[in-house]
């Protein structure tokens, strides 16, 4: 029998959910291709290591999975297409997409600017989209092909002082919804999650109290939460899910 192969995007960080995905999907025998892109979090106060990818790629293979990545800016054009023949080459056709790289930085309407806006709409907009067009123009095996997309429950309540990655998130969210009529008689299912406000390693001292008080469940949440969510829509046991928009907060009040 022929593996299953993955594309994940936006795997640069061990403690990020992207990591976590492909921990999670390699626990499934799921053979793995991962993006990253080091110059991005180097810029971010939580910054990176050089050797991260290296070392989630290593801790991958021991789970017996083939896999492979590739330092690429998702927001170039055409780099989906490279995207897709990477994966293709180096471990074989890929059934599943989880599109979790974005761009993020603080916009309100004082500081917002036609430059940020485009940042943000080039990586949380146009390369999901582009990438997931790309993957369904290529997919060639009958059923059982995924679509996941990582989002942040724009439907759910406003967003101040983010206003670019608001409203390139929330055209995530929409595109979703019509992707999956789309690309259903492929027998591709599309989902998005939106994971809540998670510990990867950017929150600070003074938000996690408040983040806590907003948590009914009384913790934050962890990577390992949204990518256990993220491995059951890639798996045969979700066959009949697809359109929807996922909240797996842990009832997160807004």
Known sequence: MSRKVAIVTGASRLNG???????????????????????YDKTMDWGIQDDEPAQLREQLTRYGVQCACSEIDLSKPDSWSH???EASSQVGAPCILVNNACHSTSDN??????????AHYALNVRAPIMLSAEFARRFSQPGNGRIIHLTSGQSKGPMPGEIAYAATKGALDAFTITFAAEVAPLGITVNAVNPGPTDTGWMSKELVPFLLERSPMGRIGQPEDAARLVAFLASE?????????????????R
């Open 17 to 39: 959910i992207g990591a976590a995905i492909c921990r999670a999907l390699a626990a499934q025998g799921i053979d793995l291709f991962f993006t990253y892109w080091t110059a």
């Open 83 to 85: 995207v897709l023949d």
């Open 109 to 118: 309407y004082q500081s917002l600017s036609a430059a940020s806006l485009d």
């Open 237 to 253: 046991e979700a066959g009949w899910i697809t359109g929807q928009i996922i909240h797996s907060e842990g009832g997160f009040l």
